[in-house]
Nanobody
Framework: QVRLVESGGGLVQPGGSLRLSCVAS????????IGWFREAPGKGREKVSC????????YVQDSVKGRFTISRDSAKNTVYLQMNDLKPEDTAVYYC???????????????WGQGTQVTVSS
């Protein structure tokens, strides 16, 4: 059974850093990539970043470019989202999902994890 589990969220002050992890157990034959998404209170779920599992392609949303970095460790079946210089507007529940990673972000996400809360506040 394909499953994704996120971890690494927490409370951090503005300007701080967190590293989120998304561990995959089992891959479907059509698992082309993994994407990170976030959902803030009162807002819809938005694409943050994604990484291809079959190429070196990555995508990072403009609003977090230069602050967030996505990477993957194939040996550990894990995708990371390194978040630096965090801002209060980054506060959200962060989710990972299987998805095709395009030049415009994740397409067709499925197999959502349960999410991990990130709160940026002083």
């Amino acid at each position: 059974q394909v499953r994704l589990v996120e971890s690494g969220g927490g409370l951090v002050q503005p300007g701080g850093s967190l590293r989120l992890s998304c561990v995959a157990s089992g891959f479907a034959s059509d698992s082309l990539g993994i994407g990170w998404f976030r959902e803030a209170p009162g807002k819809g779920r938005e694409k943050v970043s994604c990484v291809s599992l079959v190429s070196a392609h990555t995508y990072v949303q403009d609003s977090v470019k230069g602050r967030f970095t996505i990477s993957r460790d194939s040996a550990k079946n894990t995708v990371y989202l390194q978040m630096n210089d965090l801002k209060p507007e980054d506060t959200a529940v962060y989710y990972c999902a299987f998805a095709r990673c395009s030049a415009y972000g994740s397409i067709g996400p499925y197999g959502w994890g349960q999410g991990t809360q990130v709160t940026v506040s002083s």
